[in-house]
């Protein structure tokens, strides 16, 4: 499986952004499609993962009520929908998959395929 991330770019801070990830082909219903970010310094964190069947959908607090993750079969695509955007969202973003239990899907050790990574900056 191959992930190709992007939509990245520099905003205000209140501004929207959505990023997708690409996947090679089709996926299995068991997988587990996350996205994950990294500040500079900072490590790698869960942000948000849906499973590809669509059954389950999970966020980090931080990012609840604020960013919206969806899929959509037909394209192969994962979507990551950010609203309201602040400075401390800057980092680069990067989409995850993998055949996982939900019970690991916060776990970035746990993906097996990576995207490239999109560098998202918010400027307050």
């Known amino acids: 499986v191959q992930l190709q991330a992007f939509g990245g770019g520099l905003v205000q801070a209140g501004d929207s952004l959505r990023l997708s990830c690409v996947t090679s082909?089709?996926?299995?219903?068991?997988?587990?499609m996350g996205w994950f970010r990294q500040a500079p310094g900072k490590e790698r964190e869960f942000v948000a993962v849906?499973?590809?069947?669509?059954?389950?959908?999970d966020y980090a607090d931080s990012m609840k009520g604020r960013f919206t993750i969806s899929r959509d079969k037909a394209k192969n695509t994962v979507y990551l929908q950010m609203n309201s955007l602040l400075p401390e969202d800057t980092a680069v973003y990067y989409c995850?998959?993998?055949?996982?239990?939900?019970?690991?899907?916060?776990?970035?050790?746990?993906?097996?395929?990576w995207g490239q990574g999109t560098l998202v900056t918010v400027s307050s």
């Open positions: 995850a998959a993998s055949p996982l239990i939900w019970g690991a899907r916060t776990q970035f050790s746990h993906y097996r395929y």
């Open positions: 082909g089709p996926i299995a219903s068991n997988y587990l």
């Open positions: 849906i499973r590809w069947s669509g059954s389950h959908i």
